[in-house]
């Protein structure tokens, strides 16, 4: 299947600092991505859907201004977190798809924010 | 909240015995994946299945789906200890492309 690759696997960081999470469709374009938040023995929830070129959706409850999410290109998806606190500390999960409608959608491996 | 529903939360089951994982949904779909997730790590991917499909199978993993029912499961055969992990079904809502996940069930296989 194909790739996507997501960096850094894990990032501490000092509380109010920004911190910047990359999602790259290796092998495809992605015309849409996903951001997950996944926190411990929780399930995924969606944050937002970015489509390139274009702002990105954010769920209800998501902050936009302190999720902020750039899709610049067809292989490459931010996420960065400002002015972090230890409740954003989390599991973040990235997901890329070719296309709409009956197209699987491929994942990251995840980054472990931890805020300190 | 569009979130599906997974049940059992947790299942514990011995080595051999089969384990059976239920998903529910709420919206029309366009397909529906299976998911592994190991403690701390990032998905694995299971089984594909699209809305017109009922059932799949990949080696001992068995996927159903009810559209009428807006359901699936998941049967995992001769359970190994190594299939302890959480599994999730994420459901490709259609009109949105969303994937959204279930509430997830933690499997635990004895040795």
């Known amino acids: 299947g194909a790739v996507v690759s997501q960096h850094p696997s894990r990032v501490i960081c000092k509380s109010g600092t920004s911190v910047k999470i990359e999602c790259r469709s290796l092998?495809?374009?992605?015309?849409?991505m996903f951001w997950y938040r996944q926190f411990p023995k929780q399930s995924l929830m969606l944050m937002a859907t970015?489509?390139?070129?274009?702002?990105?959706?954010?769920e209800q409850g998501v902050e936009k201004d302190k999720f902020l999410i750039n899709h610049a290109s067809l292989t490459l998806s931010t996420l960065t977190v400002t002015s972090a606190h230890p409740e954003d500390s989390s599991f973040y999960i990235c997901?890329?798809?070719?296309?709409?409608?009956?197209?699987?959608?491929?994942f990251g491996q995840g980054t472990r924010l931890t805020v300190v | 909240s569009q979130q599906g529903e997974e049940d059992p939360q947790a299942l514990s089951i011995q080595e051999g015995e089969n384990a059976t994982m239920n998903c529910s949904y709420k919206t029309s779909i366009n397909n529906l994946q299976w998911y592994r997730q190991n403690s701390g790590r990032g998905l694995v991917h299971l089984i594909l299945?699209?809305?017109?499909?009922r059932e799949k199978h990949s080696g001992r993993l068995r996927v159903t789906l009810d559209t009428s029912k807006k359901s699936s499961s998941l049967l995992i055969t001769a359970s190994r200890a190594a299939d302890t992990a959480s599994y999730f079904c994420a459901t490709d809502h259609s009109g949105t492309y969303k994937y959204i996940f279930g509430t997830g069930t933690r499997l635990k296989v004895l040795a």
């Open positions: 997901s890329a798809r070719t296309g709409q409608g009956n197209t699987e959608a491929f």
């Open positions: 970015s489509n390139e070129g274009s702002k990105a959706t954010y």
């Open positions: 092998d495809f374009q992605a015309t849409t």
């Open positions: 299945i699209r809305s017109n499909e």
